[in-house]
């Protein structure tokens, strides 16, 4: 892969072109040095309680004003974005790799593995993802953890569905019968050749779903049903706030941008990724 | 053409009978009796044996569930765990709301977004493209909840226009509207901008504009009728996004719909209400993605023609040449 031609290179030179996808890219770079490096740049801790700092609008000592408790809101934003990032790649990585996994299954052999395996999707296909997500939440209780679960296997429908088409473009083309005339196991067929050519659309998926995943945690924590406070996850830090929105609006306006740019980094991302890897659309 | 619609809508009636076995073992996997959750940590054990034996929660899982589907074909959803009305009658007093919300929602998604993505189409690289592209960018890239919270603080406590919740009238139904309708529309306006450009690349718009046609009939007569495939495509899945968000922006704005009482009632365990009202919104869900796929059809007559093909042979080789 180290040829100058290779596709990630010329995908890589296409989205460098890119001058928002870059915007985008930059967007969730800072976002990951922020989220790990929370602890040492935050003011203050995310649950430094001081009670005669009440209410404070923004200022100098503190960005964001602070909350019902007197903790730093800025501090507690840069602390959520640690656990928003964690919860929307966690999650992404769980409907990915079993969504990919079924989708390639199912795109690869085909007759009844894919009959099998898409009509038990259509199941869950048939509700709203993020009722799925809402379900599973309360069947598993609150918490990090469950909240990851539940938004990641929400996700796997969509992800095998895309998975599974891309395969399907794929399966029927003059190399893959190659390499099965050479004895080359499914296995390694699938993994190797197909999954490779077939990596496009799962990708940009992966970049959008990302987004989603923020939103939908951020959702979930909102009505209760996610993370729980006093951890500084956006949503719950809204959902805490939406109280005291007559008087003190800061305490629900920064964890609600906060949530925003990170959902449109991830956005511009996938749409210059989507552009770069797919010459058609190109002018 | 009927055919297919008969096979569509017996596929989706197995589809939701699974559906009703998901939600059903899901709920069953939840650890803890659903008992204590109504009656409270402390109930006395011949309570929670009397809320068993009411509810039938003795048998084995598969029995219930049995009997569960059986008096679902029945019309019986069976009763709420907390206050032992019908769950048929709970739910489907409050799904016209939710329906209603759904419904201005998509009208608005449709209004806003199909002519802005247009005129986006139109005027491509223009200050106006830029303008409302970029708007939108920042309009899918926005939580729902916090666009309503925002929206209640601007218009309802500090210039005090529009009431901050409850569902009462179309005073009411503005700002759930606009907060829901907000994410769709750019999303929508993404897609009929992207689509309409693909269209304006096809030999048939060169011939047109050969021969002389209006540029308007030129973008409305044949641009827009063929970009409008993958638009339906996607207003159908924010459909399915718009019911989700039901849940959520119910909650925000205090509205008495099914969203808010399915979440009230997960919170509080009231699986017969869980299970019905998942079941309904599933019922309706797939009811409109049948409506999105024969829309195809009435648009496209290359995708009609699939479906008259008398062989399953020539309707598959029809679907290849259509890919």
Request: glycine fraction near 8%; aromatic fraction near 10%; hydrophobic fraction near 50%.
């Amino acid at each position: 892969m180290g040829n100058k031609n290779s596709p990630f290179k010329m995908v890589w030179r296409q989205f460098k072109k890119n001058r928002l996808a870059m915007f985008g890219l930059g967007l969730f770079i800072a976002l990951m040095v922020v989220a790990l490096t929370a602890s040492w740049i935050a003011p203050y801790g995310f649950d430094d309680q001081d009670v005669s700092r009440r209410f404070l609008s923004p200022c100098a000592a503190h960005w964001f004003g602070t909350d019902n408790l007197g903790r730093d809101i800025f501090s507690r934003v840069l602390h959520g974005a640690k656990v928003s990032m964690s919860v929307g790649l966690i999650s992404t990585a769980v409907s990915a790799s079993v969504g990919v996994v079924l989708g390639s299954f199912a795109g690869y052999f085909g007759r009844k593995t894919d009959n099998i395996i898409m009509r038990i999707l259509d199941v869950f296909m048939a509700m709203p993802q993020f009722l799925m997500a809402i379900v599973i939440a309360a069947v598993l209780g609150p918490g990090l953890i469950n909240c990851m679960i539940s938004v990641g296997v929400s996700g796997i429908p969509a992800m095998a569905r895309v998975a599974r088409a891309s395969v399907l473009t794929q399966s029927n083309q003059e190399y893959i019968e190659a390499a099965r005339s050479i004895n080359a196991s499914h296995f390694r067929i699938i993994l190797r050749h197909v999954l490779l050519n077939a990596m496009s659309p799962i990708l940009v998926r992966i970049t959008m779903g990302l987004a989603g995943a923020i939103t939908a945690a951020a959702s979930l924590s909102f009505i209760g049903l996610g993370i729980q406070p006093p951890n500084p996850e956006w949503g719950a830090m809204l959902a805490g706030g939406r109280e005291y929105l007559t008087k003190y609006p800061w305490i629900v306006m920064f964890p609600g941008i906060a949530i925003m740019i990170s959902v449109f980094a991830m956005n511009i991302i996938g749409d210059g990724l989507r552009d770069a890897l797919d010459p058609r659309l190109k002018d | 053409m009927l055919q297919y619609v008969l096979k569509r809508i017996i596929m989706s009636i197995f589809v939701l009978i699974g559906v009703s076995m998901l939600i059903f073992f899901l709920l069953e996997l939840a650890p803890g009796d659903p008992a204590l959750a109504v009656l409270g940590e402390n109930a006395s054990p011949e309570a929670v044996a009397e809320f068993h034996k009411i509810h039938g929660l003795d048998d084995p899982a598969l029995v219930r569930y049995a009997r569960y589907l059986w008096n679902v074909l029945h019309g019986d959803l069976g009763t709420s765990y907390s206050n032992g009305k019908a769950v048929a009658g709970e739910i489907l007093t409050r799904f016209p709301t939710t329906v209603l919300l759904a419904f201005l929602a998509t009208v608005a998604t449709v209004i806003i977004g199909v002519p802005l993505g247009i005129l986006t189409a139109i005027k491509r690289g223009k200050w106006v493209d830029t303008l409302l592209s970029a708007t939108a960018m920042i309009g899918v890239s926005m939580p729902g909840f916090w666009l309503g919270l925002m929206l209640i603080y601007a218009f309802s406590l500090k210039i005090g226009w529009l009431p901050a919740s409850g569902f009462y009238g179309p005073v009411y139904w503005i700002l759930p509207t606009v907060t829901m309708a907000a994410a769709s529309a750019a999303a929508v306006m993404r897609t009929m901008h992207s689509s309409m450009l693909e269209v304006v690349r096809q030999d048939y718009i060169r011939t047109a504009r050969a021969k002389g046609v209006v540029e308007s009939r030129i973008i409305f007569h044949h641009m827009l009728r063929n970009s409008l495939i993958p638009v339906i495509t996607v207003i159908g899945l924010q459909i399915s996004l718009l019911f989700g968000g039901t849940m959520v922006i119910e909650t925000v704005f205090s509205i008495p719909g099914l969203g808010k009482f399915l979440v009230t009632a997960l919170k509080a365990r009231d699986y017969p209400i869980c299970q019905g009202g998942v079941l309904l919104v599933s019922c309706s869900y797939s009811i409109v993605s049948l409506g999105c796929d024969l829309l195809y059809a009435f648009l496209d007559p290359r995708i009609r023609a699939s479906y008259q093909g008398k062989k399953k042979s020539d309707r598959k080789a029809v679907e290849k040449n259509g890919k």
